[in-house]
């Protein structure tokens, strides 16, 4: 079967960095995505990796080791508006995306 | 970014009642739409995928009778709550995707109440 798995919740304090973490064992593997959810509202993009390595953009970086079926969200700076869920998803070998269940990450001041 | 609108953000309806929720990709041209269902503080549920001149795939346990979805266009997906029960409330959520390895773009969602 198709899994992806990450972290229930999480707690930083403003200001800090957060990493979450995601592991994935899907068929086949066309990219990782990482997605910023606040309560009542849709998903919103934050960050797509398809080949090794780490992208960067501004306090968000996201990484991805295809052979361990690892990826992490990186969250520097932390401000209370990224109190958020935060989702992994991996699009399979038929392109249709495979969703974790979310991470809470609660920020403290 | 690409913009997918869904309409209407919230409807209430009474139980037994029909309700329409239409997705649109405003500047693509989507290959792929996508249903989901989202109950507080859970993940999304994919409900359906539906292709553009093709019929629907659900997933396991989603009833077809139940929410019908028409994909009439490339830039057009509805989904029908039909006979809504007060068990069908749910935040209702449809993403547009070109396909390939590119990201899904979402609507806003559309929060229904059946009273």
């Known amino acids: 079967g198709q899994n992806i798995d990450q972290p229930t919740e999480m707690t930083a304090t403003e200001g800090a960095i957060v990493q979450i973490n995601c592991t994935y064992q899907?068929?086949?593997?066309?990219?990782l995505f990482w997605y910023q959810q606040h309560a009542g509202e849709a998903p919103t993009f934050l960050s797509y990796n398809v080949l090794d390595g780490l992208e960067e953009k501004g306090r968000f970086s996201s990484f991805l080791s295809r052979s361990k079926g690892y990826s992490y969200l990186l969250l520097k700076e932390l401000q209370m508006k990224d109190s958020a869920s935060y989702l992994c998803?991996?699009?399979?070998?038929?392109?249709?995306?495979?969703w974790g269940a979310g991470t809470k990450l609660i920020i403290k001041p | 970014g690409a913009v997918v609108s869904q309409h209407p953000s919230r409807v209430i309806c009474k139980s037994g009642t029909s309700v329409k929720i239409e997705c649109r990709s405003l500047d693509f041209q989507a290959t792929t739409m996508f249903w989901y269902r989202q109950f507080p503080k859970k993940s999304l549920m994919l409900m359906a995928t539906s292709n553009e001149g093709s019929k629907a795939t659900y997933e396991q346990g989603v009833e077809k009778d139940k929410f019908l979805i028409n994909h009439a266009s490339l830039t057009l997906s509805t989904l029908t709550v039909t006979s809504a029960h007060p068990e069908d409330s749910s935040f209702y959520i449809c993403?547009?995707?070109?396909?390939?390895?590119?990201?899904?773009?979402f609507g806003q969602g559309t929060r229904l109440t059946v009273v």
């Open positions: 998803a991996v699009k399979d070998s038929n392109y249709q995306l495979i």
């Open positions: 899907t068929s086949g593997f066309n990219g």
């Open positions: 993403s547009a995707d070109r396909g390939g390895p590119t990201e899904a773009f």
